[in-house]
């Protein structure tokens, strides 16, 4: 029986923007469990990467985690932490946002590992990568050389960070056994001639070279469980198979835990042992990759499926989702089902917020749709254009692309 | 057959860099980047040909200089009979009316400042087309035949969706009443169930204004759904043309085999289809690779005739020539290993045991084999079997004394490939050429190929594709 690793309960982060509240995810829950890799598929604006900041407690201003709980299995976490945050610890479980900041961050790196769309935001553009991946070598080996205690384990993390950044700089590897170490990782995502490419600078590795030192850089501190926020996405095909090969092959070898975000459902399927789909913020669908894949109930989940030309057949028409991705500023959010405005479906009772309902699929399979309670009542549906005076002013402002980079926190997500 | 509406011959498009400090205080040569290199192909009246490749393979820079939107460095181009690149005054007005283009981003190809009914009326403004009135009227009808509506006239851009501004771009692109549209990547920055949207919306336009498109992408997914026919490109050149269902069904050339069987499906399926990845990175267009482009990569990359041994075998050989011949071999490390491994010698006296003539020295002497030896477990992923191992070490010998050059000619020697010597070229006669010596190849490239004394497959080893030519 696989155990969870973390467990996340009604996480919810908001942008408070100019504009106004940005609700990005809501009361979001999810399991990971042990040795598993857990996929996070949604569009933009969906809140996936909110997401995975929120569980790094990387979400930048104006965000904020209003409220919830991320349960960290951990006991020796869940032993030491139990003197100076008891309030953080439930049996083997430490909810990480009740522990102090400092402690919080220090489970980065060993514990906590993030690979990114972009390696640039974790790569030192004047660094040697060799260099980068032995200081995360470093903080691995002080990590685990020290009494698992959070104090002892923070402080002796502030100070390699201390010695790295400021004492010794441009001291290059501060030992042998992490540079050696920090090769050995690099020949192991599949970088040629290690040694020589340890020595070069981010910006003399391609664009698939820097994916693969970024995996490398996260492996470095063998952490419990892997973000990887589309990994994959600024990639060639041919390359992104690659990588995709060998996050597959180390977490086949390493059994290490992996939460996969994208926006790719190929990608999904091919390295994902379960799934939640997201919109609007919300969970809106899980389960197995089969109870998703191939017995979706919620119409978002179908319509996400119909709307992917088919690799394997011919033409015909796509079955587009109509309609764009709502706003997520609370004064214009109303309390329904988010998707009741695109949903070729939307009944009466759509307009008061389903709550999630157990799918016909495996045991996992939840969706929180009415139609996975009964069937579809056509004499219940709502009008045609009942949405329509609401959806002509509030498309202004909306979004539905993927690089809405200015969107100044109304798509919060991408 | 259709006629062609537009016919690309050896299209070229070659950059000239020089423009780092070092460079021109050294006044070296200009490097050039190929971007398009010797690029054939038509557009058939009402088609729509899909153009594919990955980043830097010199697809949109293609797109680009056919509409003339950069000047190409040689080649012909002809829409409707005449020459594009010829064109000037009137006759370039009107090629520019007739050819509009589409761009992936449709953030930063419309203007911020200019509501959408300016931004749209703006070719009509610039060809001076009917009266004002007449205009917006006509972007009216333009902006609810794209699935917008002409309430939105004096709205600003930043007010839409991603989805809606494509939509805003295609009318745009409508607004002249066109013949030929190329569409570049003008989905690749929509999210997917937007994208079937618009790609619903472009074939329902093409249907409608019996439009030509040139599809240029990525996504080999989005290709499959709207092309009639497709042209592969790999770092400047077209390796395949075919019909649609015949390049995703039966893919001859090995790029694109390795592209179509690099997608992930959105199945469940996917977890169990097997699928061999291409090793290695594009190379760069400043110094693409002779013979075949793809020949760095290609896992059917050919043996000399009088050569036996397993294609894995061979790859992997190419792959440790690429390493010699780029000088990409860390000899230190493998030194420095080798130093380590000595009980006496220990690695901090390395230095000391290196002199500087190092074909006397005899610690290299000594040590050479486990200096191959260490090499070999560095650079080796397959083994090798029996005298290709031998060649293989003798090479890496060559390497303990820093011969570069020897160690490659040793394997030059034995393990010249046709496929690095002669450029593979497409069969201009056929309905589903392959620019790839593993198939039969125009008199030009077998006269090539005798002249420079290189095996390459002959009889039954080509896979010779009969039927189809007509
Ligand atoms: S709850 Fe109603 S509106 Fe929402 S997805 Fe289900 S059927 Fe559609
Ligand atoms: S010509 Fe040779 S290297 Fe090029 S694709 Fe064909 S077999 Fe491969």
Redesign the interface.
């Known amino acids: 029986m696989p155990r969870d690793l973390l467990s996340v309960r009604d996480l919810t982060t908001r942008f408070f923007t100019q504009e106004g509240q940005v609700n990005a995810v809501e009361k979001v829950s999810f399991d990971v469990e042990e040795g598993e890799v857990l996929g996070i598929v949604g569009e933009s604006g969906s809140g996936k990467s909110v997401t995975a900041l929120s569980l790094v407690d990387l979400v930048e201003d104006p965000g904020r985690i209003v409220t919830g709980e991320i349960n960290y299995r951990n006991s020796e976490l869940a032993e030491s932490a139990s003197e100076n945050a008891p309030d953080a610890v439930d049996g083997d479980f430490v909810d990480v946002r009740k522990l102090p900041e400092r402690h919080r961050r220090a489970l980065r790196g060993p514990d906590f590992a993030t690979i990114f769309q972009d390696p640039a935001s974790s790569l030192n553009p004047s660094l040697p990568v060799g260099e980068q991946i032995a200081e995360a070598v470093e903080v691995q080996r002080r990590a685990s050389a020290n009494p698992r205690s959070t104090r002892s384990r923070t402080q002796s993390y502030g100070l390699g960070k201390f010695l790295l950044g400021t004492a010794l700089p441009g001291q290059g590897y501060l030992t042998e056994e992490s540079k050696a170490r920090a090769i050995e990782l690099l020949e192991l995502v599949g970088i040629p001639d290690p040694a020589e490419r340890a020595e070069a600078l981010p910006h003399e590795y391609s664009g698939g070279m820097l994916q693969r030192a970024m995996i490398a850089q996260a492996l470095a501190g063998e952490p419990e469980l892997l973000i990887a926020d589309e990994p994959t996405t600024a990639l060639d095909v041919t390359i992104q198979a690659q990588i995709l090969d060998i996050l597959g092959d180390i977490q086949e070898e390493t059994g290490m835990t992996i939460l996969l975000i994208t926006h790719n459902l190929g990608v999904i399927a091919r390295m994902c042992d379960r799934v939640g789909v997201m919109y609007a913020g919300e969970i809106v669908e899980r389960g197995s990759l089969e109870d998703v894949f191939d017995n979706p109930v919620h119409p978002y989940t179908q319509g996400l499926l119909g709307s992917i030309p088919d690799l394997e057949s011919a033409g015909g028409r796509l079955q587009p989702i109509e309609g764009n991705v709502p706003s997520l500023l609370d004064q214009e959010m109303e309390d329904r089902c988010y998707f009741a405005d695109r949903c070729p479906n939307a009944m009466e009772e759509c307009l008061e917020k389903p709550p999630e309902f157990p799918g016909p699929g495996s045991p996992d399979h939840a969706a929180k749709c009415y139609l996975a309670d009964h069937p579809y009542e056509p004499e219940q549906a709502l009008p045609e254009d009942y949405f329509d005076d609401e959806s002509s002013d509030t498309t202004v402002g909306r979004d539905d692309g993927k690089d809405d980079a200015s969107g100044e926190g109304v798509s919060a997500d991408d | 057959m259709t006629e062609s509406l537009l016919e690309v011959r050896d299209l070229e498009k070659h950059f000239y860099e020089r423009d780092t400090l070092v460079d021109r205080a050294l006044g070296g040569e200009p490097v050039s980047i190929q971007a398009v290199d010797g690029v054939s192909f038509d557009v058939r009246e009402g088609e729509t040909l899909g153009l594919v490749g990955?980043?830097g393979c010199g697809k949109s820079t293609c797109g680009e200089t056919l509409l003339r939107l950069q000047d190409p460095t040689g080649g012909t181009v002809r829409f409707d009979g005449e020459d594009v690149l010829d064109l000037s005054g009137d006759d370039l007005r009107s090629f520019r009316r007739n050819a509009q283009v589409v761009f992936q981003?449709?953030?930063s190809s419309l203007d911020p400042r200019m509501t959408v009914g300016a931004t749209v009326r703006q070719p009509l403004d610039v060809h001076s087309v009917g009266t004002k009135a007449e205009r917006t009227e006509r972007v009216c009808e333009l902006l609810e035949r794209v699935g917008l509506?002409s309430?939105q006239y004096d709205?600003y851009p930043?007010?839409?969706?991603?989805?809606?501004?494509?939509r805003i771009g295609i009318a745009r692109a409508l607004a002249l009443e066109p013949d030929f549209i190329v569409l570049d990547e003008p989905t690749s920055?929509?999210?997917?169930?937007?994208?079937?949207?618009i790609?619903?919306l472009l074939?329902d336009l093409q249907d409608e204004f019996d439009l030509t498109y040139l599809l240029i992408s990525?996504d080999?997914?989005?290709i499959?759904?709207?092309s009639d026919r497709v042209a592969v490109m790999y770092l400047g050149e077209l390796v395949e043309v075919g019909p649609?269902?015949d390049i995703?069904e039966s893919p001859k050339h090995p790029y694109t085999q390795?592209?179509?069987?690099?997608?992930?499906?959105?199945?469940?399926d996917?977890?169990d289809?097997e699928?061999e990845?291409?090793?290695?990175?594009?190379p760069s267009p400043r110094n693409p690779p002779s013979g075949c482009r793809f020949r760095t990569r290609c896992p059917s990359v050919i043996p000399p005739e009088d050569v036996t041994i397993d294609q894995r075998e061979y790859r992997q050989i190419m792959d440790v020539r690429e390493?010699i011949e780029s000088r990409?071999?860390?000899l230190d490390?493998a030194w420095e290993y080798v130093a380590d491994e000595q009980p006496s010698s220990g690695g901090s006296s390395l230095r000391s045991l290196l002199g500087d003539d190092v074909r006397e020295d005899p610690f290299r002497e000594r040590h050479a084999e486990a200096f191959v030896d260490r090499l070999e477990e560095?650079m080796l992923d397959v083994e090798l079997s029996g005298s290709h191992a031998q060649t293989v070490r003798s090479a890496l010998h060559e390497l303990c004394y820093e011969d570069w050059e020897g160690a490659a000619s040793i394997l030059a020697e034995e393990y010249e490939s046709v496929c690095e010597v002669v450029s593979p070229a497409l069969q201009d006669d056929r309905t589903h050429p392959v620019a790839c010596h593993l198939y039969d190849q125009p008199d030009s490239v077998t006269a090539n190929v005798a002249d420079a004394d290189v095996s390459a497959p002959v009889g039954d080893t080509v896979r010779t594709d009969g039927a189809e030519s007509d």
Do not use: K
């Open positions: 990955e980043s981003d449709p953030f509506s309430d709205r930043h007010e839409f969706s991603g989805g809606q501004r494509q920055a929509l999210d997917v169930s937007v994208q079937a949207q790609l619903n074939s990525h080999l997914s989005v499959r759904h709207i649609v269902a995703f390795a592209l179509l069987e690099s997608v992930p499906r959105a199945s469940t996917e977890r289809r699928i990845t291409l090793s290695g990175d594009v390493r990409e071999v860390d490390s560095r």
